[in-house]
T-cell receptor, first 111, second 115 residues
Framework: QKEVEQNSGPLSVPEGAIASLNCTYS??????FFWYRQYSGKSPELIMF????GDKEDGRFTAQLNKASQYVSLLIRDSQPSDSATYLC???????????FGTGTSLTVIP | DVKVTQSSRYLVKRTGEKVFLECVQD?????MFWYRQDPGLGLRLIYF???????EKGDIPEGYSVSREKKERFSLILESASTNQTSMYLC??????????????FGEGSRLTVL
């Protein structure tokens, strides 16, 4: 069983702070890594993907990948109340067909 | 605008009934997936399909079957619904061609309640 683990939270941060979301995975052969955001009652939507070690930045979001430690994280800078959602980490192991999801971390940004 | 459409947003069925959940995508994607999402358990893969008439079991296929007769349509079938199949069902699709095709596009979900 390929496992993807996240802290379920809830994680609360004040508006304007940095939110840090973490994810670990068990399969060393994993190739690509995704962060999805899911608002309550809605379906997940992709916000970031990363496949190389290091950092990848997109606006207020930074994904960090450390394959040696089997660890991927998402940083949200200048957090806004609209960032309040559940963030799902997903891992793709075989290049396209199967994605393994963590249980998600619930984030609340307090105005 | 890319779209994955699920036929029913909310369904209420009785134990033992046969249930069909349908999903249609308009992106010409090769891969289609059915997940169920439960609190505390996250998204769990039921079945996926990488081509017409092709299917692969996911992590929890028991009690479910699927059908993919056309590229754009992927159906999930509960032959005899049970109360433990009460859940949110999410259909998704993705293209193929390496890691760049890894984005999953989700439908709005079908919330099934089995009484």
């Amino acid at each position: 069983q390929k496992e993807v683990e996240q802290n379920s939270g809830p994680l609360s941060v004040p508006e304007g702070a940095i939110a840090s979301l973490n994810c670990t995975y068990s399969d060393r052969g994993s190739q690509s890594f995704f962060w999805y955001r899911q608002y309550s009652g809605k379906s997940p939507e992709l916000i970031m993907f990363i496949y190389s070690n290091g950092d990848k930045e997109d606006g207020r979001f930074t994904a960090q990948l450390n394959k040696a430690s089997q660890y991927v994280s998402l940083l949200i800078r200048d957090s806004q109340p609209s960032d309040s959602a559940t963030y799902l980490c997903a891992v793709n192991s075989d290049g396209g067909n199967q994605f393994y999801f963590g249980t998600g971390t619930s984030l609340t940004v307090i105005p | 605008d890319v779209k994955v459409t699920q036929s029913s947003r909310y369904l209420v069925k009785r134990t033992g009934e046969k249930v069909f959940l349908e999903c249609v995508q308009d992106m010409d994607h090769e891969n289609m997936f059915w997940y169920r999402q439960d609190p505390g358990l996250g998204l769990r893969l039921i079945y996926f399909s990488y081509d017409v008439k092709m299917k692969e079991k996911g992590d929890i296929p028991e009690g479910y079957s699927v059908s993919r007769e056309k590229k754009e349509r992927f159906s999930l079938i509960l032959e005899s619904a049970s109360t433990n199949q009460t859940s949110m069902y999410l259909c998704a699709s993705s293209g193929s061609g390496g890691i760049w095709a890894g984005e999953l596009f989700f439908g709005e979900g079908s919330r099934l309640t089995v009484l």
